[in-house]
């Protein structure tokens, strides 16, 4: 163990002499942040990176994602470590003096500080790095939208780069700075949309018997949908029913003639997942008719719950112990109800998605957020000291 503990306080020393130099780069990105499937100048600035410090890049995976290799020896294992890298269409609030310079378009979820973090860990193991196998490190795009895991996969991402398991992290405001979460199995839910139209008749205020009234019909769908969650799926199962907005007609006295909802679901196991769906469906369409009016329904698929696997979460968890000790490991951990596409990676690969608190700050897309730079050292050695214990040599192992 005290072997164990010297390599983790080498590696976190180490990352230490340079973590300004990616704080700097950090606040860089957040200056500059690019939209899904938009992000040239990101790929451009990690690939050069990259690049200089020996790993063979390979660009344009999935759009503008890349994968970084670096092998060493002869250790047959291979090991992937994701980071995002898009921005969010929301206008900053920070006032900071790194804030974004792109109007209506921030770093509001931390893509900034994950990739930043990656970049660092990438660094260390390019320079100082003690293992035997392959290293893949993927910068995917277009997770914000749910699409650029799905088509870094279609691209033949794990073809190309095989990986034995595959591992991924998020900061999450209201945990303690640097505390690092894990969860087996279901770690972030499922999530779908949809839009429903509450198709009537439209006519005078002062005559509703002449009219088919989509705003009372739409009242009643609202209403009904919440019996989804308190009357259909299992009281020890997670199921959010939300409706996000409602819009109908523009006048006190004219009944309009269709109102629109839009609604997104949220769900840990598939089968509630399916569940949702079809009542929802159900219930949209037979109250609409019950008021005469019709119910016209576009669903849209998301992406699943992020299921980690539970070897491979163990194995995240030893290794934040021996990177920074037991008591960096939030205790009961639970799952988060938000959504990631890192789901894709999950189901294509074994892994585990974890969790690094970013301390007291603005929520997840809040126009205040900003991510905590205090981070960068403790989760690059974090992934720093997973990646060498996952691709220890057979003589180191014994040895």
């Not at 804030?99 to 930043?116: E, I, K, Q, V």
Request: hydrophobic share 45%; charged share 20%.
């Amino acid at each position: 163990m005290s072997r164990h503990r010297t390599g983790a306080s080498r590696i976190r020393q180490t990352i230490g002499g340079f973590v300004a130099d990616f704080v700097e780069l950090r606040q860089d990105l957040h200056r500059h942040p690019e939209l899904a499937f938009q992000e040239q100048r990101t790929s451009d600035t990690i690939a050069a990176l990259l690049d200089s410090w020996g790993y063979a890049v390979t660009r344009g995976i999935g759009g503008t994602g890349l994968v970084a290799t670096l092998k060493r020896g002869n250790g047959p294992k291979r090991l992937g470590i994701r980071a995002d890298m898009d921005a969010l269409p929301i206008e900053e609030e920070t006032g900071l003096p790194h804030a974004s310079l792109t109007a209506g378009a921030m770093h509001a979820c931390g893509h900034d500080g994950h990739t930043a973090i990656l970049l660092a860990a990438a660094r260390y193991l390019a320079e100082d790095g003690r293992f035997s196998g392959t290293l893949n490190l993927v910068f995917q795009p277009a997770e914000e939208i749910g699409q650029g895991a799905r088509q870094m996969i279609g691209d033949g991402l794990f073809e190309r780069f095989p990986c034995d398991a595959v591992f991924g992290l998020h900061n999450w405001p209201g945990v303690p700075a640097g505390r690092f979460g894990f969860v087996a199995g279901p770690a972030m839910a499922s999530v779908d949309w949809a839009r429903i139209r509450i198709r009537g008749r439209g006519g005078h205020g002062a005559e509703p018997h002449q009219a088919v009234d989509p705003v009372v019909a739409a009242a009643h769908v609202v209403t009904g949908l919440q019996t989804i969650v308190s009357r259909n799926a299992a009281p020890l199962d997670l199921a959010v029913v939300t409706i996000g907005s409602i819009h109908g007609g523009g006048a006190a006295n004219v009944i309009p003639d269709t109102v629109d909802l839009t609604l997104t679901t949220r769900a840990f196991r598939p089968e509630i997942r399916t569940l949702l769906e079809r009542r929802i469906k159900t219930i949209a369409t037979l109250q609409a008719e019950s008021f005469g009016a019709i119910a016209e329904i576009e669903w849209k698929d998301g992406f699943p719950s992020v299921v980690n696997h539970a070897v491979e979460t163990e194995i995240a968890r030893a290794a934040a112990v021996r990177a920074l000790g037991a008591a960096a490991v939030e205790a009961d951990f639970a799952p988060r109800t938000a959504s990631e596409d890192f789901a894709f990676m999950l189901e294509a690969r074994p892994g585990s998605y974890l969790f690094v608190g970013n301390g007291d700050s603005a929520p997840l897309h809040s126009p205040r957020y900003d991510f905590n730079d205090a981070l960068i050292e403790p989760a690059a050695t974090y992934w720093a000291t997973l990646a060498e214990t996952f691709l220890t040599s057979p003589e180191e192992t014994h040895g």
